[in-house]
């Protein structure tokens, strides 16, 4: 899978992406990351990549012909399956939606910052507005990240075995996972549930299909 990333602040991004598995599935060759500077791709000699709004009112947009440049580069380079804007206007982000993106071979991920980005990238270029909650950040370049983090460890090969997406909460549509215990077995006088000790297989699983339905319904209460 390849990933492009339109961000004017790539130091945002860079790190984590950079780290622990996300850095891991691009070192295993299962993703290709490739983060695009705003600033690289502006007009004018001082580079800039934001203006006032036309009919005012507070903040700075994002200017079209940057990332129309940069757009145009990509896309006529290959092609994308999705091109997605990061917005607070979005259709929210669920593990139905990071299943679906898994999939895909291209994928852009546009990250808009300030107030807005100029409405023309989004209403020429975009194909998926997504948004993480609903909340306003200051930009969308943490919600890109949320959205690369639960796409690409969904990619066959990127987590090993003990790590395994299978069993994760949402994974099978709106079900909560059982709680998890390591050693030591007993901690501040904290003790593991004692099934999870006996190696009564059938035991365990009947245990843990009871504490996943009784997570379910809590995170069911918790949001309504
Ligand atoms: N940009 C600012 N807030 C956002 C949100 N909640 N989701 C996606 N992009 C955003």
């Not at 999939?103 to 990238?121: F, M, P, S, T």
């Not at 297989?201 to 949001?223: A, F, G, M, P, V």
């Amino acid at each position: 899978m390849r990933i492009d990333i339109i961000t004017a602040v790539p130091d945002l991004i860079k790190s984590p992406l950079n780290t622990s598995i996300l850095h891991r599935a691009q070192e295993k060759g299962k993703v290709e990351i490739n983060i695009h500077n705003l600033r690289d791709y502006a007009f004018n000699k001082h580079k800039q990549i934001d203006d006032k709004p036309f009919g005012g009112g507070p903040g700075m947009i994002l200017k079209p012909e940057p990332f129309f440049e940069c757009l145009d580069k990509l896309t006529g380079a290959r092609k994308y399956d999705s091109i997605i804007v990061t917005t607070p206007k979005g259709k929210v982000f669920n593990q139905k939606i990071a299943n679906r993106l898994s999939l895909l071979k291209n994928i852009i991920i546009i990250a808009g910052h300030y107030k807005e980005i100029d409405d023309r990238v989004r209403e020429h270029f975009a194909t998926d507005e997504i948004s993480i909650g609903n909340y306003v950040l200051t930009g969308g370049e943490l919600p890109a990240l949320i959205i690369v983090d639960a796409v690409v460890r969904l990619i066959p090969g990127v987590l090993n075995d003990s790590e395994a997406a299978l069993n994760d909460s949402f994974q099978d549509g709106e079900r909560i996972d059982s709680p998890y215990y390591t050693r030591p077995s007993e901690y501040r006088g904290m003790k593991v549930p004692e099934v999870l000790l006996s190696g009564n297989d059938k035991e365990i699983k009947k245990w843990k299909e009871e504490q996943s339905k009784n997570l379910t319904k809590k995170w069911r209460d918790y949001n309504k």
